[in-house]
């Protein structure tokens, strides 16, 4: 396993910029937001996606994920419940239309920038639309963009997160069993979990197998609020421990889009902790982030 940064944290900057930060304090990877500000679906052809691209082959860092959990650049005025909306649950197919078409368009980037995967979130379901037809148009929406993304060369993960229409392990594995399509597993937010009131390493267990990418963030009293890792509760070294013993190798991706503000200083001491965590599960030194395997 390796550690890499969600751009979604230095929102502050363009998104080159902070790919070169990141390859600076040490991070061997970056997970690109495919959203206002660092991405729009206009960029491949404006010159702005070369810039990005230009970028990671001067930092040489991998791709992580490329995350389209949300979609703020598809409203003049975001709404106020922030920015899952047009999803692709929604119970309007023109709605869902919007946002698949956005969700190729950013796949299509991604491929580009070398990920392996990208991530969607469920987001949630009209006040007068139960939620099991909700997992229904998501599950066909998902169906499609797996097989789009299968030709791209790219998995998709979805990720549970409190509140939405996907929230719990149970979920997903629903989701995986619906759709029936190998290059659907999870984006596991393992703060998400805890916040949902699960062991976070039994659902490692659970998904073994089907965890594309890893996002990790500090957790306070199971609350929904991303800390730098060190200020919550979270046991670092037993989810190491657990995502090494399911064979897991691929990226641990920190997202902390809560500490735009303090970006730099977020990101260095979220690769201090998680290094030491990262060593402590196996037992053996490293020298950073960027060496852990």
Known sequence: MKLAYASNGFTLVSL???????????????ELLADAPHWAPEDASNGREDDVLAALRETGLAVSNVNVNTAVGLSATPPADGTFEPSLGHSDPAVRARRMD?????????????????SVASGRVERD?????GR????????????????????????????????????LLWLFDRVRHPALGANLDLGHVLCAGE???HA???????????????IRDRKHFHRVPGEGDVDFVSLFRALRSTGYTGFVTVELYTCADRAEAAATRSLEVLAAAMREARGEAAVDGSQVT
């Open 129 to 133: 639309v139960p939620p099991e037809v």
């Open 16 to 30: 080159p910029d902070a790919i070169h930060a990141l390859s600076r304090l040490g991070y061997a990877g970056v």
């Open 102 to 118: 956005y969700t190729r368009a950013a796949m299509r980037f991604a491929a580009r920038a070398g990920a392996r995967c990208v």
């Open 204 to 218: 490692i267990e659970r998904l073994q197998g089907r965890i594309w990418n890893v996002h990790v963030e500090d």
């Open 136 to 171: 229904e148009h998501l599950a066909e929406s998902l169906r499609a963009l797996c097989v789009d993304a299968d030709a791209l060369g790219l998995r998709v993960g979805i990720e549970a997160e409190p509140a939405l229409l996907v929230e719990r392990t149970d979920e």
């Open 199 to 201: 062991d976070p390493v």
